[in-house]
Each structure stands twice: as structure tokens, then as C-alpha cells.
């Protein structure tokens, strides 16, 4: 059985995001030794890195490939919805990403706005996973 190309592409991605995640956590532990004032936005970024760039796409692309087929002529479901889901989880978290840090040194209304949208971009993305994965899951 062949790995879905949404499968991979939520895989590779949460590997890179692993990095990513792993590469500000080394920052945040050099932060003391170095004297690092400004990197306390980093933080949030950190894990969200974690939560949503590593653990929940590598999540959501075993489930898209794993779970038990919705029907024979679309056995994962809706694919646009798979990937949307991939979309709005990505976006959600590069915006974050950027505004957090930036929201954290100088607060201002356009970077909380951005983090307001950031979150509820998210939000929509776990909604797809769950439209779109909820069928899945049913007695035999």
C-alpha cells in the first residue's frame, strides 16, 4: 500500500518543524549563558513548534493514512479537506510564529490581531481534521 502524498507532506513537514523546535529550544537553554534578553517570545513559538508543527501534523498524517476507509471510491475521505487541513495548520502556526515573538517585545494591536488570527486559522484546521477524519471511525 502506497503512503498517500497528504500522509507524506504532513510527515516531512512535522520533521522540519521537529527541527525547527529542537534548533529555538537550544536557543531558549543559551539564552542564560549568553546573557539573551529579548528571546522571552521565543518561548510560546518553542512550543508551539512542538505541539502543532511536530506532534499534531505528524499526528493527522497518520490518521489520514491509517484510519479504517471511509468507502472504496474515496477511502480517506475528502482529499481537498486533507489538504486544507495541512494548509490552515501551516499558516496558522508560520503566522504565529512570526507575530509572537514580535507581540512579545513590543506589543502592539496589528501583531495581537495577527495572533487572534493565527489561532483561529488553527481552529478551522483541526475542524477539517475532525470533519473530514470523524467518518472514519465507526463499528464494523
Do not use: D
Request: aromatic share 16%.
Amino acid at each position: 500500500m502506497a503512503v498517500p502524498t497528504l500522509t507524506r507532506w504532513f510527515i516531512k513537514t512535522s520533521f522540519v518543524y521537529l527541527a525547527l523546535a529542537l534548533a529555538v529550544g537550544l536557543l531558549l537553554a543559551l539564552q542564560p549563558i549568553f546573557r539573551l534578553t529579548t528571546l522571552g517570545g521565543l518561548f510560546p513559538v518553542y512550543i508551539h513548534l512542538l505541539v502543532f508543527g511536530w506532534l499534531t501534523q505528524l499526528v493527522f498524517g497518520v490518521v489520514y493514512w491509517m484510519f479504517p476507509k471511509y468507502s472504496t471510491e474515496k477511502p480517506r475521505g475528502n482529499e481537498s479537506l486533507g489538504w486544507w487541513t495541512y494548509v490552515l495548520l501551516n499558516v496558522g502556526l508560520l503566522l504565529r510564529a512570526i507575530a509572537e515573538p514580535v507581540n512579545s517585545v513590543q506589543p502592539n494591536p496589528v501583531t495581537g490581531w495577527i495572533l487572534v488570527i493565527s489561532a483561529i486559522i488553527q481552529f478551522g484546521a483541526g475542524l477539517t481534521f475532525v470533519v473530514n477524519s470523524w467518518p472514519r471511525v465507526r463499528e464494523r
